[in-house]
């Protein structure tokens, strides 16, 4: 009995030392054979959801193995791969929000870049331009498509040295920028958007070519609100080219310079009271407007 115990507990060793040797055999046959795994393709995929693409295939291969001078790395073992630092340096773009990289059972690289989304175009001074995104980047104009967005001119702040007046202006931008993005008609109406050196704003219309002038206001609803019924008034009128200035920088109020007293130096204007529904224009000599600019 004591024999029989000894034989089962020796067939017992033998047989996990079996399984362990056979467990270890296939660990380092797939290891062996992980390294033996060669890279067969690269894909790149850029996102374009927001309708355009700001960044080149060729550039991101460039830019991850210039020693290839953006030739595909194929035929390298899978392990030379770092992704992790592939992918900070993918990101290293300016235009490229995010990056993920990964091996498919197919032993293709993939290399998914999302872009950061543009709110608007800015020219500074000097005619140099840029977009600019929801977290104050600038993102370099390039070749490679066209955006249409509003347009800021006379604009540029240093990304580094960001004051709070930068940032307080940058964000009446952006706002501005989204609410005329959403209007067709705002669009196609207004040419571009100028900020000052007060950091108040004003923009030229492309129908009836005046100024309107949006001071340091940031409550666009209600500002365009009001020229909305400015111009419905000027539609029933048929008098778009009649003002050189339009100013709603005052409350529940529109100012109207015309462009015949303005060169004969007289001060003639109309006014638009917002606070009615309907909304009318009455031509009046005045040499103050009543409201307060904001």
């Known amino acids: 009995m004591a024999n029989r115990k000894k034989i089962f507990h020796v067939l017992s060793i033998v047989t996990w030392a079996l399984i362990v040797s056979g467990v270890v055999f296939v660990l ?69 929000q995010a990056a993920n990289l990964f091996f498919d059972q197919q032993h293709r690289i993939h290399i998914n870049i999302e872009q950061k989304i543009a709110f608007a175009r800015i020219f500074n001074s ?28 006379n604009f540029y702040f240093n990304p580094i040295k960001k004051s709070k007046e930068d940032s307080n202006t940058i964000s009446r931008i952006l706002s501005l920028s989204r609410f005329i993005a959403a209007d067709s008609f705002l669009m196609a109406q207004i040419e571009s958007v100028n900020v000052n050196p007060d950091n108040t704003f004003e923009f030229v ?65 109309m006014q638009i009271d917002s606070t009615q529904t309907t909304s009318l224009i009455v031509d009046t000599m005045i040499t103050k407007p009543n409201g307060k600019p904001k």
Not at 47 to 69: A, F, R, V
């Open 28 to 96: 380092v046959s797939a290891v062996q054979k992980e390294h033996n795994v060669i890279c067969k393709e690269v894909v790149v995929t850029i996102d374009q959801s927001h309708g355009y693409k700001m960044i080149d295939e060729n550039e991101i291969l460039s830019s991850l193995w210039p020693e290839t001078k953006g030739f595909l790395p194929k035929e390298k073992n899978t392990t030379s791969f770092d992704l992790f630092n592939l992918e900070k340096q993918v990101e290293k773009n300016p235009w490229v």
């Open 126 to 153: 000097e005619g140099n331009s840029y977009y600019l995104d929801s977290n104050y980047y600038l993102l370099p104009v390039k070749s490679n498509d066209v955006i249409s967005l509003p347009v800021f001119t």
């Open 205 to 269: 219309t492309q129908v009836g070519n005046h100024r309107v002038m949006l001071g340091l206001r940031d409550d666009w609803e209600h500002l365009f609100k009001k020229l909305t019924a400015m111009y419905s008034t000027m539609l029933e009128n048929d008098s778009w080219d009649n003002y050189d200035l339009v100013d709603l920088r005052f409350k529940d109020q529109v100012v109207c310079i015309r462009k015949s007293f303005l060169s004969s130096g007289l001060d003639n204007s």
